[in-house]
């Protein structure tokens, strides 16, 4: 399995995909079947290239080759052969959010998996649907949700008694921005842990406090003491966060992203992406009555194991369902 995600200056949501499917398909191994990491550092196989020089060969269907079965949790590599995971296709519905270089390059290797690779995986249906529509789709494609990370702890004593809380990359497609005007208009702080991203989004602001990347245990004890969840990105393929948040008991509301409310499943409170009235009235409704959805998302978050996508993507490569 390649992880070199995990050597990104900004893993994100996908490190953490790599990092939990690592573990579970190793956990899940079919008999016969083994695991091992491949990646430019910190892998049980070391590819000693340098990573841009790495994207550029695998981009053109070059050497180095890492055998006859690999998956790529992210269409960095699009080899003849691999399953690949497409976790969204923001590249095409959403290209303004992310930066010209990287639309041209997310749909280049993309497009190229979809013809070549032996497999493509996709967390949603919502994704294989939009995927369809963007691209000449020519390998099978499996539908295998993500998991989620069981995150508990205790409220952490250096934050407010209560506030909303945003967990991402800060960029322009998650949001955020919109969330610090929300909050502002309700009064309420607002707590952001993820790492700066591209696109200049500055929300230093009395009312926000930005927490960088935290360990799991940091997240669990912010987690706790969250007020509820927002998530009001205009594009996911996934959002893990979102069932992050349900499982740990902590309300959530979202955008209408369908990858979104695929996953949440009637669990959260929708709101209309992009805008700021129906955003704040859905964080007041939640606020002034908190408990409303947590016994629903408990049960939704409860759905989805890091085992079951280990078993949906072993699935993919041997061609049993059952794995």
Same mark, same amino acid.
Do not use: C, Q, S
């Given at each position: 399995m390649l992880t070199e995600q995990l050597n990104a200056p900004v893993p994100g949501g996908t490190g953490r995909y790599t990092a939990e499917l690592l573990t579970a398909l190793t956990r899940t191994a079919p008999e016969g079947w083994s695991v091992v990491s491949a990646a430019t550092a910190g892998a049980d196989r070391v590819i000693r290239l340098p990573r841009r020089a790495l994207v550029a060969l695998w981009e053109r269907g070059l050497p180095p080759r890492l055998g006859p079965h690999v998956h790529a949790p992210?269409?960095?590599?699009p080899l003849p052969g691999a399953v690949v995971t497409v976790h969204d296709v923001v590249p095409w519905t959403h290209p303004e959010t992310l930066t *010209? /270089?990287?639309?041209?390059w997310h749909r280049r290797v993309i497009s190229k998996a979809a013809r070549e690779a032996r497999a493509?995986?996709?967390p949603t249906n919502a994704v294989a649907s939009q995927l369809a529509e963007c691209v000449r789709v020519e390998v099978p494609v499996h539908v295998v949700p993500n998991g989620v990370t069981s995150l508990t702890g205790s409220p952490a004593d250096d934050l407010p008694p209560r506030y909303v809380l945003a967990i991402?990359?800060?960029? *322009? /497609?998650?949001?955020?921005e919109l969330l610090a005007r929300a909050t502002e208009r309700l009064r309420?702080?607002?707590v952001v842990v993820g790492q700066q991203g591209w696109g200049g989004i500055d929300l230093r602001a009395p009312h926000v406090t930005l927490l960088g990347k935290v360990s799991d245990a940091r997240l669990a004890s912010v987690l706790a003491g969250a007020a509820v969840l927002a998530a009001p990105s205009l594009a996911e393929g996934f959002g893990l966060p979102v069932l992050e948040a349900m499982a740990a008991g902590v309300p959530v509301v979202h955008s209408d992203d369908p990858a979104l409310v695929e996953v949440a499943g009637g669990a959260g409170t929708?709101?209309?992406r992009g805008d700021l009235a129906s955003l704040t009235e859905g964080?007041?409704?939640?606020l002034a009555d908190p408990r409303h959805t947590v016994d629903a998302g408990i049960a939704r978050a409860n759905e989805f194991t890091w085992e079951k996508t280990a078993r949906g993507v072993w699935g993919a490569h041997t061609g049993r369902p059952d794995c």
């Open positions: 992210t269409p960095l590599a *010209p /270089r990287g639309v041209a493509l995986v996709v991402g990359t800060i960029e *322009p /497609r998650k949001g955020f309420v702080p607002l929708v709101v209309r964080l007041r409704a939640v």
